[in-house]
């Protein structure tokens, strides 16, 4: 059975860091891009960053803020948040897609966590 589970969201000041990692199993992880997306309450779900087997992708917001890395022997995908903003409230889903080419669109990844809630206070 597939299992995708977050951790590490809470409460953060703006400009903070917080670091959140997911869990995976019931598949073969090192095979599948991993990704982290993000919904805010009333807007639709955000791509912020992916990583394959060599390289990572950000989406434009979290450049140079955000780091995503994996861990495949622990099956685990990482998301280093630094220099948080309070716009990014929200939350924050680890997902998989076994497709080769990293999507910036959830619905073309596979499974998904239940997700994790950031709280960015000003």
């Known amino acids: 059975q597939v299992q995708l589970v977050e951790s590490g969201g809470g409460s953060v000041q703006a400009g903070g860091s917080l670091r959140l990692s997911c869990a995976a199993s019931g598949f073969t992880f090192s095979a599948y891009v991993m990704g982290w997306f993000r919904q805010a309450p009333g807007k639709e779900r955000e791509f912020v960053g992916a990583?394959?087997?060599?390289?990572?992708y950000y989406g434009d917001s979290v450049k140079g803020r955000f780091t995503v890395s994996r861990d495949n022997a622990k099956k685990t995908v990482f998301l280093q948040m630094n220099s948080v903003k309070p716009g990014e409230t929200a939350d924050y889903y680890c997902?998989?897609?076994?497709?080769?080419?990293?999507?910036?669109?959830?619905?073309?990844?596979?499974?998904w966590g239940q997700g994790t809630q950031v709280t960015v206070s000003s």
């Open positions: 997902e998989a897609d076994k497709e080769d080419i990293v999507s910036i669109s959830s619905w073309e990844y596979n499974y």
């Open positions: 990583v394959n087997w060599g390289h990572a």
